[in-house]
């Protein structure tokens, strides 16, 4: 009994800041062209994790996320988010990159 309970509080510390961090991107707007598992406007957020894995992007990708960019997952530009604070963009893509 003693097992099962602190599993369940185990998940339920290791769950909230992943849902932290999706309302994160939801109050920023992120989940119009993105969702978790399927792609929308823009590409899946488990799609860009696959395809950064093992690798050092993230500041790369925090920069990608404030001024926009184009071409790495086809036609549509992503635009800017500038005004999403830097502090915010730093956890999405940690976020991301750990799906």
Known sequence: MKILLLAAVTGTLFAAPALADEALAKKHN???CHAIDKKLVGPA???????????????????KVKK??????GPIPMPPNSAVPEADI?????WVLKL
């Open 30 to 32: 992120c989940t119009a």
């Open 45 to 63: 957020y488990k799609d860009v994790a696959a395809k950064y894995k093992g690798q050092n992007v993230a500041a790369r990708l925090e920069e």
């Open 68 to 73: 926009g960019g184009s071409g790495v997952w």
């Open 90 to 94: 730093k956890k999405l893509v940690d």
